[in-house]
């Protein structure tokens, strides 16, 4: 058995406990959803509330009022360094829910690298223009 699928069948087999969400960031595909939702915060099809969860994590992280005071050393960053991750995690399932099915169908599928079938009516673009004029002179 090579050490990649046993690394990655241990990943997925461990039991919650406190560094769960630590096994969520190294489940496979991850980076999928990260690149999913940067794509989408760069779309300006998706609505604005995108910029909610990214912006409540900056707002906690650079205020000085904590959870846990940052004079206890260790401790205070940690608290910090956690609310980061779960931010992330939660920025990570939130982004693609508030983005419209046919956008996300089509970040996935380039992610993925599947290319979808073009459609010929929306390519095709009708050079006659069909209009009443007068001409003076």
Do not use: C
């Amino acid at each position: 058995m090579s050490s990649v699928v046993w690394e990655t069948e241990t990943v997925m087999n461990r039991k919650p406990g406190a560094f769960a969400g630590v096994a969520m960031l190294l489940q496979p595909g991850i980076l999928n959803e990260l690149k999913l939702s940067w794509r989408l915060l760069r779309d300006e099809r998706v609505t604005s509330l995108k910029y909610l969860a990214p912006a409540l994590l900056a707002l906690y992280v650079a205020s000085p009022i904590d959870a846990i005071p940052d004079l206890l050393l260790g401790v205070g960053q940690v608290d910090d360094l956690g609310v980061a991750v779960l931010g992330l995690m939660i920025a990570l399932k939130v982004i693609p829910r508030l983005a419209p099915a046919e956008v996300l169908s089509e970040h996935t599928a380039d992610i993925n690298g599947v290319t979808r079938p073009s459609r010929p009516e929306a390519a095709r673009v009708d050079p006659v223009v069909d209009a009443h004029y007068t001409v003076r002179s």
